[in-house]
């Protein structure tokens, strides 16, 4: 939880637009600093809807400027996904005096928290899901390299009446102007390594998934 002598720090100032004050904050992920902020609906939040309850604040990470302008980038870059395949993008502003950014609270379990549950999965659902979302990741030429598990969350689409899988974390995502065969494969086989990961976890006893260090590394 998010430490109550740090209540007053309780505000995030967006480079364009009002202040957010939260009634609540729980930190969620130590090691990226990644908040969700409890919220009142505000009139004055034109970027925010009128609906939202909460929001999630990622702080830029030491060191990390460039990956930190990347995402912004990447998150212009596939405006039109969001809501759909990724998070809505609120802004850019500062929270505990680190620049964060302010994205929408999606309403979802991550494959890794799901890997770790009992809960029935459909493994053949969840590839198709995963495909889907790489698919449209393509289609901008956005090719996304950190697939670990906890990137990706389950979610249902009320509106469509189905499971869909959103992604998040996009500071190591690139885009290729110029679409090589080898590009296309890194989304090509996200979801068939990430289901391999998926049912490793399930089952620690089966023999380790291959290593995909042609996909993950930053360059």
């Known amino acids: 939880m998010f430490d109550s002598a740090l209540k007053h720090l309780w505000t995030v100032k967006l480079t364009d637009g009002p202040e957010i004050t939260a009634t609540k904050a729980t ?47 990447a998150y212009h ?14 802004g850019r502003g500062d929270f505990n005096g680190r620049p964060v950014l302010v994205l929408s609270d999606i309403d979802g379990i991550s494959l890794k928290d799901l890997a770790h549950s009992n809960d029935e999965t459909s493994e053949d659902l969840l590839k198709a899901c995963l495909e889907e979302a790489f698919s449209e990741l393509s289609k901008y030429g956005a ?35 110029e679409t090589r065969p080898w590009h296309c494969q890194i989304n090509q086989e996200g979801a068939r390594s990430l289901i391999e990961d998926f049912r490793y976890i399930r089952n620690p006893g089966r023999k380790s998934p291959p290593l995909q260090l042609w996909v993950r590394p930053w360059s």
């Open 27 to 73: 930190l969620l992920d130590p090691q990226r600093t990644v908040y969700r902020l409890q919220i009142a609906p505000d009139p004055d939040w034109h970027a925010i809807p009128a609906t939202a309850t909460s929001v999630i604040v990622k702080q830029q990470k030491d060191e990390w400027e460039d990956e930190f302008e990347n995402e912004v980038k």
């Open 143 to 177: 090719i996304y390299r950190d697939q670990k598990l906890d990137n990706f969350l389950l979610c249902y689409d009320e509106e469509c009446g189905k499971s869909k899988v959103k992604i998040v974390d996009l500071e190591q995502v690139e885009f290729s102007r």
């Open 77 to 90: 870059e596939l405006k039109s996904l969001q809501g759909e395949v990724i998070p809505y993008f609120y």
